[in-house]
Nanobody, 118 residues
Framework: VQVVESGGGSVQTGGSLRLSCAAS?????LGWFRQAPGKEREAVAS???????RYADSAKDRFTISRDMAKNTLSLEMNGLKPEDTAMYYCAASTGYCYLDRDSFNYWGQGTQVTVSS
C-alpha cells in the first residue's frame, strides 16, 4: 500500500489548511500523524472503514478527518491553526487496528509540511 500526502503549506495563526492523502488501495483504517522538530511522532486523527473517527485532544474541535471509500482518499480539514500545530504531517494506513497509536499503522507517506506563524 502506498500513501501520498498533499496540501501542506504556510498559514498565519487562526488560518485553515486542508491536507489530502491518496492511498493506492483500500485499507481498514487511515490516519494522520505529525512530528515537530525534536519531538516524537504523535497521532492526530484516524478513521476506520465505517467512518468511526478518533482524535487526539490537540485536534478535537479544530480538525476534521474524512475519507472517500470509493476513491481511497483521506482528508484533514484544519481550522484555528496555532503555531504549535507546526509539524510534518504524515498519512498512514492500517490493515488491522485503528487506534491512535503509531504501532497500529503499517504504511506511511513521506509527509507534508505545515507551518503556522504567529
Amino acid at each position: 500500500v502506498q500513501v501520498v500526502e498533499s496540501g501542506g503549506g504556510s498559514v498565519q495563526t487562526g488560518g485553515s489548511l486542508r491536507l489530502s492523502c491518496a492511498a493506492s488501495e483500500y485499507t481498514y483504517c487511515l490516519g494522520w500523524f505529525r512530528q515537530a522538530p525534536g519531538k516524537e511522532r504523535e497521532a492526530v486523527a484516524s478513521i476506520d472503514r465505517i467512518g468511526i473517527t478518533r482524535y487526539a485532544d490537540s485536534a478535537k474541535d479544530r480538525f476534521t478527518i474524512s475519507r472517500d471509500m470509493a476513491k481511497n482518499t483521506l482528508s484533514l480539514e484544519m481550522n484555528g491553526l496555532k503555531p504549535e500545530d507546526t509539524a510534518m504531517y504524515y498519512c498512514a494506513a492500517s490493515t488491522g487496528y485503528c487506534y491512535l497509536d503509531r504501532d497500529s499503522f503499517n504504511y506511511w507517506g513521506q509527509g507534508t509540511q505545515v507551518t503556522v506563524s504567529s
